[in-house]
């Protein structure tokens, strides 16, 4: 696959009120359309690589000066995409940057489609797709933790993992070759104990070490949780509590809260992503069953839900169909308002049994740090959380191909073992090695590369 030999153009800051906006180009044009919209301060110097230049970004057919600026040429390939870039530091703010950016469309330059920077490093090998994939990690990482492993991915520590699997099981796959060619009668039965085995110690085993690690992910994507409960349970109440913050507005009247509020929290340096939803009632009133609607959906997606309820009052149907609701989900029963006398029957108890439970007073503040350790403790059960893990973690793309890998090397094993022919065996490791550079971009099609380069920003 070869890269597209345009010139592309974005903003690579975020558009709005900010002392420096940043434009990019990279492509094989970047040069020539420096030399037409940039006046150096000091005229007689030639553009050097890698050199930062003050100067006067002009429209090239009025000569009129758009903006003061420092602009860089950077020669290929010791750049980002391998490509002749330009970066272009301007003043910030929607009219300037839009402008800037329509002068560098006209010079011949093309909008970039999101991602297609990173895209171009990929596809001019700089990076490999666990490298690119990472630049996005390191974008979107909410806690330090998160943000430190996603840095050893982009400096290409999964990567040399995957590409030491590979390895292995290339020479594994050239043994085998080899007994195909040359077959020794008498070798054979030592060569497939032998066989099976250093591929259960040099694949399978460190695959499946590998698998496990994806549980260290959740340090960079975080942890989805869903408030939801009854009417009036003190949802948002627990939301404000949580992050410390009025975000979401209080009050008494049952139905208050209709649209989905999110925020992020860190627990003991874990991203929670908190949901506060519309409260379940059996509702006529139209915007509030389009919120019940929302909340619905974003439980389905939820990785940990807490299901606050009112314990000052008897659980009622709304209360059971939050719980219903919830039977499929890993949750956490939140008993909120014990700074009033208990309302609770004493045959509520089998419904409040179904799921670990905390007590809470959002309004006090009392029992919220156990609910925070509970929400971990609830969220991490199934984890292999090493808090200490400067590992490669896979996301959950590399898990899969990872599975799919693990699935062939332990079949090229065991008919290794058995005595099949040594042509299946080999089938068996290309199938994997196959999967294992699905993971780096090896082996790989225009599709998956859409998905994942299609989830950056523009300017990335
Ligand atoms: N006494 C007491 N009152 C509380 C507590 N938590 C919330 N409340 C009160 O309960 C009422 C409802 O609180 P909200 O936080 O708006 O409840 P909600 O679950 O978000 O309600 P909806 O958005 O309508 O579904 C408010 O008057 C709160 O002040 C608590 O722990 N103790
Ligand atoms: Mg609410």
Redesign the pocket.
Known sequence: MSPDQDTIAAIATPVGRAGIGIIRVSGPLSLEIAGKIFIPRNPARRLRSHRLYLGRLVEPSSGDTVDEVLLSFMKAPRTYTREDVLEINSHSGFALLTKILHILLDQGARLARPGEFTLRAFLNGRIDLTQAEAVMDIINSRSERGLYLASQQVKGLFREKIEGLRQRALQILARAEMEIDFPEEDSDLVFREEGADQINRSLVEPVQSLIEAHGSRVWVDGINAV?A????????????RLVEEER???????????DVIECTVNIDGIPFKLM??????SVSNEVERLGIGLTTKRLAESDLVLI?I?R?RPIDKDDLDAIHRCREKKALMVL?????PSGLDPGDRAALSLFPSVQ?????G?GIDQMKQAMKGTALEDHRLDPNTSNAVPNLRHRQALETALGFFREAAERTKDGFPMEIVALELRSGLDALGEITGETTDEDLLNTIFSQFCIGK
């Open positions: 408030i409960g009854r009417v009036n349970a003190g949802k948002s109440s627990l939301l404000n979401a507005i209080v009050t008494p009247v049952p139905g208050t809260t209709r506060d939803t519309a409260g379940f009632r606050v009112d000052s909120n308002k014990i700074d009033l809470t007073s959002a309004l006090t009392r």
